[in-house]
């Protein structure tokens, strides 16, 4: 055995690997940074500036797994997936509160490990913008918003496979379902209250008409 050429070609090919490595990693690191102003933008309804950090996530995401194409073992590692994860819930966040329709994993180009715990984040997001509604008393957006969270939910609950393929999606899928529990309660106090302000009002009104 020629231990020396050995020796060489190993060194190679871990350069190779930390070279890699250190060429995702930022990028998957502006990724994520991207995705969350994304969000932040969705909720305060600047949905061009949303738009715009989405495309800056995706170029520094596309950026990221084109650096580690050669070496598959890193694009399963945790900073590329993680990053995948938030963009794709800032993509679907985007969709959930503009009620369009929502983007598929094939769309995204993103795995669909990721992609499915970035919908169950996702749904987080969405009872965020329903406490919104509650707040300016749209119930019946905020209504239908709960609809398509528990279709997400839905989806989450068949995925019934073991952790390490799915990136701990079933953890993210009990928060999820505790979520929506949450947000149903919000939204039927708010129905009450509505319904109970109704009633005074067309009290007060009967009093004022038989005055």
């Keep these: 055995m020629d231990l020396e050429g050995l020796v060489a070609e190993l060194h190679h090919r871990f350069d190779a690997l930390v070279s890699a490595r250190e060429r995702a990693i930022p990028s998957a690191r502006r990724s994520i940074r991207s995705s969350a102003n994304s969000i932040r933008a969705v909720h305060r309804g600047e949905l061009d500036r949303a738009d715009a950090l989405i495309e800056e996530s995706r170029a520094a995401l596309v950026t990221g797994l084109d650096a580690v194409i050669?070496?598959?073992?890193?694009?399963?590692?945790?900073?590329?997936?993680?990053?995948?994860?938030?963009?794709?819930?800032?993509?679907?966040?985007?969709?959930l509160v503009a009620g369009e329709p929502l983007p598929g994993p094939g769309d995204l180009g993103v795995d669909d490990a990721p992609y499915l715990n970035g919908v169950a984040e996702a749904i987080g997001e969405g009872r965020r913008h329903i406490l919104d509604l509650?707040?300016?008393?749209?119930?019946?957006?905020?209504?239908?918003?709960?609809?398509?969270?528990?279709?997400?939910?839905?989806?989450?609950?068949?995925?019934?496979?073991?952790?390490?393929?799915?990136?701990?999606?079933?953890?993210?899928?009990?928060?999820?379902?505790?979520?929506?529990?949450?947000?149903?309660?919000?939204?039927?106090?708010?129905?009450?209250?509505?319904?109970?302000?109704?009633?005074?009002?067309?009290?007060?009104?009967?009093?004022?008409?038989?005055?």
């Excluded at 598959?72 to 994860?85: E, I, N, T, V």
């Design 70 to 95: 050669d070496h598959p073992d890193l694009r399963a590692a945790g900073y590329l997936q993680d990053a995948q994860k938030e963009y794709a819930e800032a993509h679907v966040t985007r969709a």
């Design 134 to 211: 509650l707040r300016t008393g749209e119930l019946d957006r905020a209504n239908a918003m709960l609809d398509t969270l528990e279709e997400l939910y839905g989806v989450l609950v068949t995925m019934d496979y073991p952790d390490a393929i799915t990136m701990n999606l079933r953890r993210a899928t009990d928060v999820s379902r505790s979520l929506i529990e949450k947000t149903r309660g919000d939204l039927s106090i708010s129905v009450v209250q509505k319904d109970l302000r109704d009633a005074l009002d067309r009290h007060a009104d009967e009093l004022r008409g038989s005055s």
